[in-house]
């Protein structure tokens, strides 16, 4: 208990990178990632001696998983609630892995709320893995050394801004990021769920940057019955590369088209004049929209081919 007091003070003493500058821009639906090949401690983040991360964007509360050994990264950036109320945390990593909320937008005035104090298994909230892992000690509301001014119950107002950061260390194994957060009165998550924003959102501060695009979907004729591949390449100035890709079919983003590709589904002549394009997001930059592509389908007039004629035996 002891120990986690000492992380505790130290953890709160030492302000984040993530500060804004006057001339940056939010950036609505991401978090910023901080990776720190080669440390052994989440203390070299918390002492500002874990030399200069490489930077990314992540669009929920979750790190990649199994990327490597040996390693620290912190997750920041601001919760948005979508009303007022009280709020759940649920910090679960593999490995250790400490997790703070702010009472406003300051990172100055983060407090420690939920810890992984061993490891677990991906996104088992209510259990436990190696020792010292305690699922009470992950989760905001029994979280024995609670920072938060009224510790165990975290009200947050509706629509503002509060900071938020997760640091993580990984050792050997497994590795693994996640956070949840639910209102106070929702169930609790089911071990595998996937991260929650509890209906709010999240954001960061990222120096304004622009997307370019170097090639653009291309409109195609398919026959009916077959499907087409779409691609799209883009680069930015953005030091968080390109954050995601969001396919559209007239206009309306299709779920899972998140790549730089996309297949279209098999085609009928009523799909003729569909029209596809994509947005592509990047920290600082925001949505990109690229050109769109029109679908032509023309019916398919080739008729069977018979490649070979046999008998059957009767037994």
Not at 94 to 99: C, E, I, N, R, V
Not at 112 to 137: M, T, V
Not at 265 to 278: C, F, N
Request: zero cysteines.
């Amino acid at each position: 208990m002891k120990t986690k007091r000492l992380l505790a003070s130290i953890a709160v003493a030492t302000l984040s990178l993530s500060v804004a500058y006057p001339t940056d821009v939010f950036t609505p639906g991401f978090l910023k990632r901080e990776f720190f090949p080669g440390i052994t401690s989440r203390q070299a983040v918390y002492d500002g001696a874990a030399g200069t991360p490489q930077l990314s964007a992540l669009s929920s509360f979750q790190a990649p998983e199994g990327i490597g050994d040996n390693y620290a990264q912190r997750v920041s950036g601001f919760f948005i609630p979508a009303t007022t109320g009280d709020y759940v945390f649920f910090v679960n990593a593999d490995d250790d892995a400490d997790l703070f909320l702010s009472t406003d937008d300051d990172p100055a005035n983060k407090k420690l709320i939920a810890q992984e104090a061993g490891w677990s298994a991906a996104r088992q909230w209510n259990a436990a893995g190696g020792a010292p892992s305690d699922p009470f000690e992950k989760r905001s509301d029994f979280f024995s050394v609670s920072e938060w001014p009224t510790p165990n119950v975290i009200t947050l107002t509706g629509g503002q801004r509060y900071y938020i950061e997760a640091v993580h260390h990984e050792g050997g194994g497994g590795d693994n990021l996640a956070v949840y957060i639910k209102p106070a009165l929702d169930p609790d998550p089911a071990n595998g769920d996937q991260p929650s924003a509890a209906g709010g959102s999240f954001g960061f501060f990222a120096a304004p940057a622009t997307v370019t695009f170097t090639q653009q979907p291309q409109s195609a004729t398919v026959v009916e019955g077959k499907n087409a591949e779409l691609t799209v390449d883009a680069t930015t100035t953005s030091v968080y590369g390109i954050a995601s890709y969001q396919w559209k079919r007239n206009g309306t983003p299709i779920p899972g088209a998140t790549s730089s590709s996309f297949t279209l589904p098999v085609q009928a002549l009523a799909d003729t004049g569909t029209r596809y394009s994509v947005d592509v997001l990047a920290a600082g930059a925001g949505a990109a929209q690229s050109a769109e592509a029109t679908i032509t389908v023309v019916p398919d007039t080739t008729p069977p081919v018979l490649l070979s004629a046999g008998s059957l035996k009767t037994f």
